[in-house]
């Protein structure tokens, strides 16, 4: 029995990751289906969204979603993610925008391989610190750097916004504790979370295997988060708190909200986890890797064999 609706695209229709737009935000509307195209409406009116060019979708508040619509958007390869307000928080996703699982590989090496897992933390604080070399710092090492970095960020903030710095304090159950500059760094950093969060669930990867963080869920959203943070949020928290606010918080969230409006630190981030994950590898072929829709057996050696297929001896399989 042919089932009802329009049929799903073909794998050759589908539009590369690569050319795909990187994502779409909604707020306050209905999402459904109609034919093989998403629609999203609202008082405004509706608008259509070619599901097969759609590389993420990010339902913010006052959003509803159709069984429909989820279903042509896992057809298409497409990803959701449930978010905040304009994406600054995350809450909960669909399936992978990869349909190839390389990078969660990758990853996974990497971390199980005492000196991977270091050099990919040697290149993380190298970003950090452009034009100092970090290959022959030991983890001790590159975590006193980076204090001593951070501390003279928030010192420099301090003197720009003319805010009073006295440490990094805060109550993670009480949030009002806090002098506003502190509640401002917590509000910026866990938008800053959300956002990374999406990304790395878009591509296929497990937040919870870090690099430098461990233990966590959340371990590697830390990892990626804090390559951003004095170049970002650290700044934006001393701004608000130079405004003197009283909802410290939803200011916060609102001014990380606007600096990530466009799309372009998305883009950017996806490029940072790629570049840490398949160093060897442009972004281009990354890209058309991870749109593979392929899977193989795994041979015991360093090679892979084809699924779908009934091997009857060793010999079948050479």
């Not at 917590?186 to 295997?209: D, E, F, K, Q, R």
């Not at 990892?223 to 608000?240: Q, R, S």
């Amino acid at each position: 029995m042919k089932p009802p609706g329009a049929p799903p695209p073909s794998l050759p229709e589908l539009v590369r990751v690569e050319d795909r737009m990187t994502f779409i935000y909604l707020e306050h509307s209905v999402v459904h289906r109609e034919s093989n195209a998403i629609t999203a409406t609202d008082q405004r009116g509706t608008v259509h969204l070619p599901a097969a060019s759609l590389g993420a979708l990010l339902l913010g508040p006052g959003t509803k979603v159709s069984h429909h619509a989820m279903m042509l958007l896992a057809e298409s390869g497409s990803t959701v993610v449930w978010v905040g307000e304009q994406g600054v928080r995350y809450y909960a996703h669909g399936r992978s925008l990869a349909r190839s699982s390389r990078l969660l590989e990758a990853q996974a090496r990497l971390v199980s391989n005492q000196s991977f897992r270091l050099g990919v933390a040697r290149e993380m604080y190298a970003m950090r610190f452009p034009g100092e070399d970090t290959s022959g710092l030991t983890m001790q090492q590159l975590r006193g750097r980076e204090g001593a970095r951070v501390r003279r960020v928030y010192r420099e903030e301090s003197q720009r916004t003319g805010v009073p710095w006295t440490g990094r304090t805060y109550d993670v159950a009480y949030f009002e504790a806090g002098d506003p500059v502190n509640q401002a760094l917590s509000a910026a950093h866990t938008s800053l979370y959300g956002v990374v969060h999406s990304v790395i669930v878009a591509l296929g990867c497990s937040p919870g295997l870090g690099f430098v963080h461990t233990g966590h869920v959340r371990s590697f959203v830390y990892d990626v988060a804090d390559l951003y943070k004095a170049e970002l949020t650290i700044p934006v928290a001393f701004d608000i708190a130079h405004q003197g606010l009283t909802d410290v918080g939803g200011a916060t969230r609102r001014a990380v909200r606007d600096l990530m409006y466009g799309g372009a630190f998305l883009s950017r981030c996806v490029r940072d986890i790629q570049h840490l994950l398949l160093p060897d590898q442009d972004a281009d072929g990354i890209e058309s890797s991870l749109s593979e829709d392929v899977v193989q057996l795994w041979d015991g050696t360093r090679r892979n064999v084809a699924s779908g297929t009934s091997y009857e001896s060793y010999e079948d399989v050479y």
